[in-house]
């Protein structure tokens, strides 16, 4: 089943931005990337769900095709997630007020107007994904993603991939993870999260405190704080994440600061703390001024 929906792109929509967050994958498994628009498949409650978006102008049209028939839920579930891949969750006008006349990212924000926080689809795939790229380098953490897809994804009847659900990642057995590069400490991470989420001990609906979230997800084995925060920014998109933790954040603040050394964690928690309640993009624009 098929239905349609056209979004209004507010003024200045950084469309490369977008896609080139979604098409990291080069072998395009569950997205699909074009200069125009994308391709993304999850799975949504059960069902293979394909979000085709074109970009034409001000407005985002999309076509959301169902492998099954479209319950209110299910119609719902897409909607979010339509939001989260355009990165419209968060609006960027807030910190560009707040930190206009800023020394160190005011300058950065003044040439690139507009950026926005992309989100994952579910919450569930920005968990997972934060867990597969801890303390590796991006190749191969993408890598992992698309094992994981292949093994617990299904394919949808227009051919992309789906991004599994709990409920798919909980039947895996730890061997078909470890057997395909993934350490012992990653794939049980992995798992026990799917499986908490089964299970109900772990909650992943969006709209819930950040702090009683960050309760839950550091009470985990294997989780940690910069674990918590990315999760907290690509999946619940919540506006006030700290990434003291991310390598490349302590790396732009050494950077833009003229510092001799890069920060500390404990000097990069400080320094971030002036953006707060918009340190989540705060990290934003950190990220961006290292691609300048």
């Known amino acids: 089943m098929e239905t349609t929906q056209e979004i209004a792109l507010p003024p200045g929509y950084r469309v490369a931005d977008v896609i080139a967050f979604h098409g990291r994958d080069v072998e395009g498994l569950a997205e699909q990337v074009g200069p125009d628009g994308l391709r993304k498949g999850v799975l949504l409650d059960g069902v293979p769900t394909l979000l085709d978006i074109r970009f034409d102008g001000n407005a985002a049209r999309c076509r959301l095709a169902f492998d099954a028939p479209v319950t209110p839920a299910l119609a719902a579930l897409a909607e979010d997630a339509l939001l ?134 550091l009470a985990i084995k294997g989780i940690g704080p910069w674990t918590v925060n990315y999760v907290l920014l690509r999946g619940y998109g919540y506006t006030d994440c700290s990434l003291e933790g991310d390598v490349a954040v302590r790396t732009a603040l050494h950077n833009l600061t003229g510092r001799a050394q890069r920060p500390t964690l404990a000097e990069a928690q400080r320094l971030l703390a002036r953006y707060a309640p918009h340190r989540t993009m705060a990290a934003a624009y950190l990220w961006a001024s290292l691609a300048e």
């Open 84 to 217: 989260n891949v355009l990165g419209l969750r968060i609006d960027p006008a807030a910190f560009a007020a707040f930190a206009h006349d800023d020394p160190v990212l005011g300058p950065v924000l003044a040439r690139q107007p507009g950026l926005r926080i992309v989100q994952s689809a579910t919450v569930f795939e920005a968990l997972t994904w934060a867990i597969i790229g801890q303390q590796i380098n991006l190749t191969f953490a993408i890598a992992l993603r698309r094992t994981l897809i292949k093994l617990a994804g299904r394919p949808h009847s227009r051919g992309l991939w789906c991004y599994p659900e709990a409920t798919d990642v909980a039947r895996l057995p730890l061997e078909d993870l470890t057997s395909r590069k993934f350490s012992t400490a990653k794939a049980e991470t992995v798992l026990r999260v799917a499986r908490m989420a089964v299970d109900g001990s772990l909650a992943l609906e969006r709209r819930r405190d950040a702090a009683q979230v960050s309760q839950e997800l």
